[in-house]
């Protein structure tokens, strides 16, 4: 288990110091992360009303920090280039969420197709029931993108470094908020990008 936590902790710090240097996309993954946090408690109320929360709310935030807001020249930093971080990257790349994006952007198109989803939905009658059965085919997308990548992990990395990814994104919600809390006062103070820290040991 020891080297399952180092393996967590290595993957956090990577994930930190490279694709988390704008205070505003830090900002953005505390407000992505308390939804979250929303979306994990009422799923066990309300699976429909989670998922709207965790695609419309924190995923839209969280994406938008790093699609709009990082930056992506050459990190002095980490002396990395953007392109060989999106070539290391464990998880979800740009490129591999941008099609994440499309396939959620389109998945209502299914209900159009057939209404009843295979059988597996009453076909909707109002638009609040139509919204429900979206909210859903968003819940098994969320809960199938995780599970695809961590058997893709498998495959081509080993079984812990799937199982890593995995706990990692899924905690991310608690560390995020962690990490992240006083980046929106570091706006407030005019800081854009945030100062360089030693590297996690």
């Not at 790093?66 to 990257?89: L, M, Q, S």
């Not at 859903?136 to 993108?145: N, Q, S, V």
């Not at 199982?163 to 103070?189: E, G, N, Q, S």
């Amino acid at each position: 288990m020891k080297g399952f936590f180092q393996a967590l902790e290595e993957q956090r710090w990577d994930d930190h110091r490279y694709y988390h240097h704008s205070r505003i996309n830090q900002a953005l993954h505390l407000v992505s992360a308390i939804s979250f946090l929303v979306a994990y408690v009422l799923v066990f109320f309300d699976p429909a009303v989670s998922a709207l929360i965790g695609w419309l709310v924190a995923m839209t935030t969280r994406q938008a920090g790093h699609f709009f807001f990082e930056p992506k020249g050459y990190d002095e930093v980490n002396h990395a280039t953007h392109e060989y971080k999106e070539e290391i990257k464990v998880g979800y790349n740009l490129r591999r969420k941008t099609v994440l994006l499309i396939i959620w952007a389109a998945s209502p198109l299914v209900l159009l197709v057939d209404p009843a989803l295979f059988g597996l939905v009453t076909p909707a009658s109002t638009p609040a029931e139509f919204i429900r059965h979206v909210a859903k085919i968003w819940l098994f997308l969320g809960l199938a993108g995780l599970v695809f990548r961590t058997v893709q992990l498998f495959i081509i990395k080993d079984v812990q470094t799937g199982l890593v990814w995995a706990t990692k994104i899924l905690t991310d919600p608690f560390h995020d908020i962690k990490l992240y809390h006083k980046a929106p006062l570091a706006l407030m103070r005019g800081e854009r990008i945030e100062e360089p820290k030693e590297q996690h040991g």
